[in-house]
């Protein structure tokens, strides 16, 4: 079985812990503290070191998700995370205008120590005052569809859109990366409708890994 290391990168509230949970089929790992500067305006706690949730592709692939912290004061767990990363998402919360710039700023961050596949996930779409996604795309500094990346609506708290999203990012990843034979649109809606209701009817039950690293990748 291959194992393989997904990043899900953005700014706080996002939703990217939620995303984690939502999808492993182990108990997520996390690092959760109490929020003691203007983080604690969304949220009660966040996170400061990583969550560590994992989802087996059959017999295949090996997946292990790792969420960021969304300060920047923890960007040395940025680095140290995507450095062993095949692809990441970014979430934005399609409502804050005032972080799309800070989202850019993370994005300059990745971009300039991997060149690895990546999409875009905007979530809190259903929020008043949420912006288009052409002109937060446009705000993350993709003026035209060169060199874009695909970008999606996610609802972090719906199993079905987090695995779409997986969908989304490992066809990415296996087009770019020659991983595997490419994968269709057709397929990877029935490998995502058969993930699902493997998924709903039970999870896995696994004991809690030791996350290792490599910086193979």
């Not at 990043?7 to 706080?12: E, I, S, W």
């Amino acid at each position: 079985m291959k194992t393989m290391r997904l990043v899900v990168a953005g700014t706080p509230g996002s939703g990217k812990s939620t995303f984690v949970r939502t999808i492993s089929e182990i108990e997520t790992i996390d690092t959760d503290r109490a929020a003691t500067d203007d983080v604690s305006l969304m949220k009660q706690k966040t996170t400061v070191a990583f969550d560590f949730g994992r989802l087996a592709f059959g017999s295949v692939m090996d997946l292990q998700i790792y969420g960021t912290p969304g300060q920047s004061r923890f960007n040395f767990m940025w680095d140290f995370l995507i450095q062993r990363a095949h692809t990441y998402i970014l979430l934005v919360a399609a409502h804050r205008p005032a972080d799309f710039h800070y989202a850019r700023q993370i994005l300059t961050f990745m971009n300039q120590r991997v060149q690895i596949p990546m999409i875009v996930g905007l979530t809190h779409t259903d929020c008043p005052g949420t912006w288009a996604t052409e002109e937060i795309m446009m705000r993350l500094g993709f003026l035209n569809d060169r060199n874009r990346p695909p970008v999606l609506k996610i609802n972090p708290n719906d199993r079905a859109s987090v695995i779409e999203a997986l969908m989304t990012s490992m066809a990415v990843m296996v087009a770019n990366c020659g991983i595997d034979q490419p994968v269709n649109s057709s397929a990877r809606s029935k490998d995502a409708s058969q993930l699902l209701q493997q998924s709903s009817s039970h999870r896995s039950s696994f004991s809690l890994p030791r996350p290792q690293f490599s910086r193979d990748r």
